[in-house]
Nanobody, 124 residues
Framework: QVQLVESGGGLVQAGGSLRLSCAASGLTFRSYVMGWFRQPRGKEREFVAATSWSGWSGVNTYYADSVKGRFTISRDNNKNTVYLQMNNLKPEDTAVYYC??????????????WGQGTQVTVSS
């Protein structure tokens, strides 16, 4: 049974930082693309970032334009964990953040596995 468990959300002031973590189990972690999505209240879920890994090309990362230069996604294949470091947070980053896993890289919310989500609130 695949489980993705997010942690690290909370309330932060604009300009602050948070680091989200997602611990995965029940899957061959290094074989999966790990992504972060977010869903602001009343809006559709949107892509934030993703990371893939292969034995010959190493780690690849992908970002939504809205977070480039502020957010960093990383993965630890030994700990089966993916991280999202969020810096210079803005009120518009307020959302429920979801961890997701799939065999292929994509920006659509059609990933195979999903976590339960963690709330990030950025106050102005």
């Amino acid at each position: 049974q695949v489980q993705l468990v997010e942690s690290g959300g909370g309330l932060v002031q604009a300009g602050g930082s948070l680091r989200l973590s997602c611990a995965a189990s029940g899957l061959t972690f290094r074989s999966y693309v790990m992504g972060w999505f977010r869903q602001p209240r009343g809006k559709e879920r949107e892509f934030v970032a993703a990371t893939s890994w292969s034995g010959w090309s190493g780690v690849n990362t992908y970002y939504a334009d809205s977070v480039k230069g502020r957010f960093t996604i990383s993965r630890d294949n030994n700990k089966n964990t993916v991280y999202l470091q969020m810096n210079n947070l803005k009120p518009e980053d307020t959302a429920v953040y979801y961890c997701a896993a799939d065999r292929r890289v994509g920006v659509r919310d059609t990933y195979e596995y999903w976590g339960q989500g963690t709330q990030v609130t950025v106050s102005s």
